[in-house]
């Protein structure tokens, strides 16, 4: 056999080759590892290339208007153009930006597949803000198209606003003369002063009046001037109106100014005899006349009468007969109503005259001073005594301070009051306790004005105790013996204290304390002895008396010493038992818990690893068909051992000698 051939059944048939030209197995093994080695080879020249693949970035194949233009007063949804993009699909365009962002910057949004086509729409949609074109007149608006491998490409659209024409008036100024107006009904067409508008849009109609009337009103559709009340009662001759129409989009600029006169008219009232000022004092009778006036016109008329502040109108009547009086007391001392501004007009039914004015100003008249409280009792405790009996002298007299003064009783002169603020206050220190002074006294207080009036009113003076002593012992010092066998142990003696305060308010309720070892005094003075004492000891117990006072509050005395002397007994034997108890082992458990940590990388996507992924999949290929020839490999190698043993050692024998002899095989071949 030729090399060639050789060589084609080496490939097509190893193992009969290895075994007619006695070739060990492991020459097959290394012409396997090198066929490997080149399919990993091309596997990742392949991902290599798979990975260096890139995309195009998409395009907009279709933007059909690059400005478009809508008005500021559009309200309905409108679809302003379609825009197609081109590219890697899956593809979405988006709106990217507006500018500005206000007042109308959410009013623009992108909408996929408009009116059923396959294109994206950008859509003005009413109600998200406003269109105003005096604030902004132009939006920029950025739409973006990005494809699957998130390369993008933007475009612009430029959104103008269109402004709303206001509307104008067809005539802007008018006179009209209404003849008969006494006579004219209800409803009346006077003139029309209607507007045009360029844009075709609904106006609505208002109108004020100079001199202000409600006989004229406009129609608010229409624009027609009518009479909406009696002109008989219209007491002027003309009207000076305004008429104002609106779009109700732009400013209001369409004005039309109507002059209407009307023939005839009723005349006012005239009032005559007063408009001046009057002084008048606070005392001046309930009754009298202050004023009179006279009415001038040719109809019956009838008169009131007014006041500024309201409240005044209280203290004035007006006769049938003209004249002003006073209704009831006058009185200065009301500042509300010291001066008072009376208004009276008259009407003949249709027509009120101008009003005829009458200020009254009211003077001061000086009035008795009155002293309150009257003739009461007030209480405090004793000491230095300072009280405000809250006094209210009642004087109608602005600015008359009042004066204070003692004019009787003040036992032995043990009070004084402030001349001005009418404080009482004590001279000395007021005591009280074991009768030292008397626990009630009186006093006459008199408080007089400027003008010399007096008022007079008698207090009464409760001195009430205060708890000012503290208990005192009657014993600093107090000595008690006793033995350690005294079998009944309690009382053995007592302490006790006096009080000077009186027992008001629990002044002089004296208790009791203290304590030092087995040794307490109670609190009703009790020496107390309590199991412990010690025979050869003493005892020395720092007694303390307290009151019960509540002002300013209770009060201890200095302590006292107690001593209390323990003299033995004769020594007694105790027999003692101990008893020891085990304590109980406790046996503690400790759990251990194993803390399981997953770990997770979510960045790299599919589309990054594309080549990685097909060239693993490759080399698993090949792995998994030789681990398959591997074992079919050895298997074999096994049944023919098992079938003849003698002429498998041969085989191997003679293909590690023709390995050795073989030129094709050598080594160096490999």
Same mark, same amino acid.
């Given at each position: 056999m030729?090399?060639?051939?050789?060589?084609?059944?080496?490939?097509?048939?190893?193992?009969?080759?290895?075994?007619?030209?006695?070739?060990?197995?492991?020459? +097959?093994?290394h012409?396997?590892?090198?066929?490997?080695?080149?399919?990993?080879?091309?596997?990742?020249?392949?991902?290599?290339?798979?990975?260096?693949?890139?995309?195009?970035a998409?395009?907009?194949?279709?933007?059909?208007?690059?400005?478009?233009?809508?008005?500021?007063?559009?309200?309905?949804i409108?679809?302003?153009?379609?825009?197609?993009?081109?590219?890697?699909?899956?593809?979405?365009?988006?709106?990217?930006?507006?500018?500005?962002?206000?007042?109308?910057?959410?009013?623009f949004?992108?909408?996929?597949?408009?009116?059923?086509?396959?294109?994206?729409?950008?859509?003005?949609?009413?109600?998200?803000?406003t269109?105003?074109?005096?604030q902004?007149?132009?939006?920029?608006?950025?739409?973006?198209?990005?494809?699957?491998?998130?390369?993008?490409?933007?475009?612009?659209?430029?959104?103008?606003?269109?402004?709303?024409?206001?509307?104008?008036?067809?005539?802007? *100024?008018?006179?009209?003369?209404?003849?008969?107006?006494?006579?004219?009904?209800?409803?009346?067409?006077?003139?029309?002063?209607?507007?045009?508008?360029?844009?075709?849009?609904?106006?609505?109609?208002?109108?004020?009046?100079?001199?202000?009337?409600?006989?004229?009103?406009?129609?608010?559709a229409?624009?027609?001037?009518?009479?909406?009340?009696?002109?008989?009662?219209?007491?002027?001759?003309?009207?000076?109106?305004?008429?104002?129409?609106?779009?109700?989009?732009?400013s209001?600029?369409?004005?039309? /100014?109507?002059?209407?006169?009307? #023939?005839?008219?009723?005349? /006012?009232?005239?009032?005559?005899?007063?408009?001046? #000022?009057?002084?008048?004092?606070?005392?001046?009778?309930?009754?009298?006349?202050?004023?009179?006036?006279?009415?001038?016109?040719?109809?019956?008329?009838?008169?009131?009468?007014?006041?500024?502040?309201?409240?005044s109108l209280?203290?004035?009547?007006?006769?049938t007969?003209?004249?002003?009086?006073v209704?009831?007391?006058?009185?200065?001392?009301?500042?509300?109503?010291?001066?008072?501004?009376?208004?009276?007009?008259?009407?003949?039914? +249709?027509? *009120?005259?101008?009003?005829? +004015?009458?200020?009254?100003i009211?003077?001061?008249?000086?009035?008795?001073?009155?002293?309150?409280?009257?003739?009461?009792?007030l #209480?405090?405790?004793?000491?230095?005594?300072?009280?405000?009996?809250?006094?209210?002298?009642?004087?109608p007299?602005?600015?008359?301070?009042? &004066?204070?003064?003692?004019?009787?009783?003040?036992?032995? $002169?043990?009070?004084?009051?402030?001349?001005?603020?009418?404080?009482? *206050?004590?001279?000395?220190?007021?005591?009280?306790?074991?009768?030292?002074?008397?626990s009630?006294?009186?006093?006459?207080?008199?408080v007089?004005?400027?003008?010399?009036?007096?008022?007079?009113?008698t207090?009464?003076?409760?001195?009430?105790?205060?708890?000012?002593?503290?208990?005192?012992?009657?014993?600093?010092?107090?000595?008690?013996?006793?033995?350690?066998?005294?079998?009944?142990l309690?009382?053995?003696?007592?302490? *006790?204290?006096?009080?000077?305060?009186?027992?008001?308010?629990?002044?002089n309720?004296?208790?009791? $304390?203290?304590?030092?070892?087995?040794?307490?005094?109670? $609190?009703?003075?009790?020496?107390?002895?309590?199991?412990?004492?010690?025979?050869?000891? #003493?005892?020395?117990?720092?007694?303390?008396?307290?009151?019960?006072?509540?002002?300013?509050?209770?009060?201890?005395?200095?302590?006292?010493?107690?001593?209390?002397?323990?003299?033995?007994?004769?020594?007694?034997?105790?027999?003692?038992?101990?008893?020891?108890?085990k304590?109980?082992?406790?046996?503690?458990?400790?759990?251990?818990?194993?803390?399981?940590?997953?770990?997770?990388?979510?960045?790299?996507?599919?589309?990054?690893?594309?080549?990685?992924?097909?060239?693993?999949?490759?080399?698993?290929?090949?792995?998994?068909?030789?681990?398959?020839?591997?074992v079919?490999? +050895?298997?074999?190698?096994?049944?023919?051992?098992?079938?003849?043993?003698?002429? &498998?050692?041969?085989?191997?024998?003679?293909?590690?000698?023709?390995?050795? /002899?073989?030129?094709?095989?050598?080594?160096?071949?490999?």
């Open positions: 030729a090399a060639t051939d050789k060589t084609c059944e080496r490939k097509k048939n190893p193992l009969k080759f290895a075994a007619e030209y006695g070739q060990a197995t492991d020459c +097959y093994w012409q396997t590892m090198k066929d490997i080695f080149h399919l990993l080879f091309g596997c990742l020249l392949l991902a290599g290339s798979l990975d260096g693949v890139s995309s195009a998409p395009t907009f194949s279709s933007v059909p208007q690059p400005v478009v233009a809508l008005k500021e007063t559009e309200t309905q409108q679809d302003l153009l379609t825009v197609t993009c081109t590219g890697d699909i899956p593809l979405v365009v988006s709106l990217d930006s507006t500018v500005p962002s206000s007042p109308c910057g959410t009013c949004q992108v909408y996929p597949r408009c009116g059923g086509g396959t294109g994206y729409c950008l859509r003005y949609l009413p109600g998200q803000g269109l105003k074109f005096s902004v007149s132009n939006y920029v608006i950025t739409l973006s198209c990005k494809d699957i491998n998130s390369l993008s490409a933007t475009t612009t659209v430029n959104v103008r606003i269109e402004p709303n024409t206001p509307p104008y008036p067809l005539q802007a *100024t008018k006179s009209y003369t209404l003849a008969n107006a006494k006579n004219a009904a209800i409803g009346t067409s006077v003139t029309s002063a209607s507007c045009n508008d360029d844009d075709t849009d609904a106006l609505s109609y208002s109108m004020t009046s100079s001199p202000s009337t409600s006989v004229f009103t406009v129609g608010s229409d624009g027609i001037i009518r009479t909406s009340g009696n002109l008989a009662a219209e007491c002027r001759s003309q009207f000076d109106l305004t008429v104002i129409c609106t779009d109700n989009i732009n209001v600029v369409g004005t039309s /100014r109507v002059w209407v006169t009307l #023939s005839g008219g009723n005349d /006012r009232p005239a009032i005559s005899g007063i408009n001046y #000022s009057l002084n008048v004092r606070e005392d001046k009778a309930v009754g009298s006349s202050l004023a009179s006036f006279t009415v001038t016109d040719s109809d019956q008329t009838s008169c009131t009468l007014a006041a500024n502040p309201t409240t209280q203290y004035f009547t007006l006769s007969s003209n004249v002003i009086t209704g009831s007391a006058l009185d200065y001392e009301q500042s509300l109503t010291r001066n008072t501004n009376l208004t009276v007009t008259c009407s003949d039914g +249709y027509c *009120t005259s101008y009003a005829g +004015y009458l200020y009254v009211v003077t001061d008249v000086n009035e008795p001073i009155t002293l309150y409280p009257r003739d009461f009792t #209480s405090t405790y004793e000491g230095k005594i300072s009280l405000d009996p809250g006094w209210t002298p009642i004087d007299d602005e600015n008359d301070y009042p &004066t204070y003064t003692i004019v009787g009783g003040n036992s032995k $002169s043990r009070f004084a009051i402030n001349p001005t603020t009418g404080l009482i *206050t004590s001279t000395l220190d007021y005591d009280i306790d074991q009768g030292a002074m008397p009630t006294d009186t006093i006459i207080v008199q007089k004005d400027v003008a010399g009036h007096t008022s007079t009113t207090v009464t003076l409760t001195i009430l105790d205060l708890n000012d002593n503290a208990p005192i012992f009657n014993q600093q010092t107090q000595e008690i013996t006793i033995t350690d066998c005294t079998t009944s309690g009382v053995i003696g007592t302490v *006790t204290a006096t009080d000077k305060d009186s027992s008001f308010q629990g002044n309720i004296i208790t009791y $304390s203290g304590t030092n070892g087995p040794i307490t005094i109670g $609190s009703s003075g009790s020496i107390i002895a309590n199991t412990g004492i010690v025979g050869g000891h #003493s005892y020395t117990v720092s007694a303390v008396a307290k009151d019960a006072g509540l002002v300013p509050g209770p009060l201890s005395s200095t302590s006292a010493a107690i001593t209390v002397i323990v003299t033995p007994c004769p020594t007694t034997t105790t027999s003692t038992t101990t008893t020891t108890t304590a109980p082992t406790t046996t503690t458990s400790t759990t251990t818990t194993t803390a399981t940590i997953s770990l997770t990388n979510s960045k790299t996507s599919v589309t990054d690893n594309l080549g990685w992924i097909i060239m693993a999949a490759l080399l698993g290929t090949v792995l998994l068909a030789l681990a398959a020839f591997m079919w490999r +050895y298997c074999g190698h096994l049944a023919a051992s098992s079938s003849s043993s003698g002429a &498998t050692r041969a085989v191997w024998s003679d293909c590690a000698s023709a390995a050795s /002899r073989h030129p094709k095989f050598e080594k160096s071949s490999l």
